[in-house]
């Protein structure tokens, strides 16, 4: 139930004709992930649903108080466009985890079972990337967001042992990538994007089939292993 939901939820907000009805479409999308989540045997999967209720609450406010604050102000000055796409456009790159609004996402990612992170990683990351395609604009916002999702994911990778910390970090530079994309082909972005859900179903598969959490552990397999050497 609360699959299908969610799944209903990220088509409402891609395919929505107002900026309200995306919104809820987000709302539905959030709330059906958090019993997802609560319900793994993880025993940090409660902590991590809880942070991920919090920033994406607060990322959904923003875009609230944004859409409203538009609607308001578009018949008398110009003068807020900007700012509030700013702060729309930040609320998204939010819930999708981009750097600088990354903070949250290794985190909770950590907390996770496999199957949620996979969901995560890909779905999750939709209807951000469709509502920022359709409000994309190459400004200096997005800029400052691409560079600073390719730096910062390269950075913090380095010293990382646990595989889902990587896969999230990996996770935060390919949206820098796909955003990039954005300034040149906005249709070039999906192409990119189902590459690499098919690279990280294929991943997560694997470290679930040998329940590999460390990078210490897919060594250690990897040498033992033969089968896994195929890969």
Do not use: C, D, R
């Not at 209903?8 to 539905?28: N, V």
């Not at 939010?94 to 779905?123: D, Q, Y």
């Amino acid at each position: 139930l609360f699959f299908n939901t969610m799944m209903m939820g990220t088509l409402i907000s891609i395919s929505s004709f107002s900026w309200l009805t995306m919104w809820m479409g987000l709302e539905i999308n959030m709330l059906s992930f958090i019993p997802l989540m609560s319900k793994s045997n993880n025993s940090n999967s409660s902590e991590a649903a809880l942070k991920y209720f919090i920033v994406q609450a607060i990322s959904s406010m923003f875009i609230l108080f944004s859409v409203l604050f538009t609607l308001i102000l578009s018949e008398y000055t110009e003068m807020m466009k900007t700012p509030l796409e700013i702060i729309f456009n930040s609320a998204l790159l939010t819930k999708m985890g981009a750097a600088p609004f990354h903070f949250w996402f290794p985190e909770i990612i950590e907390g996770l079972s496999w199957m949620n992170t996979l969901i995560l990683l890909t779905w999750q990351k939709i209807a951000p990337m469709v509502l920022i395609m359709y409000n994309f604009s190459s400004s200096l916002f997005f800029l400052m967001g691409i560079i600073s999702s390719m730096l910062i994911s390269g950075l913090q990778s380095w010293n990382q042992t646990s595989i889902k910390k990587i896969l999230a970090f990996s996770s935060i530079n390919h949206i820098g990538w796909m955003l990039s994309m954005l300034m040149f082909n906005q249709s070039m972005w999906l192409f990119y994007f189902s590459f690499y859900v098919f690279i990280t179903t294929l991943l997560i598969l694997i470290f679930k089939k040998f329940e590999i959490s460390t990078v210490q552990m897919f060594f250690s397999i990897l040498n033992s292993n033969k089968s896994v050497k195929m890969f």
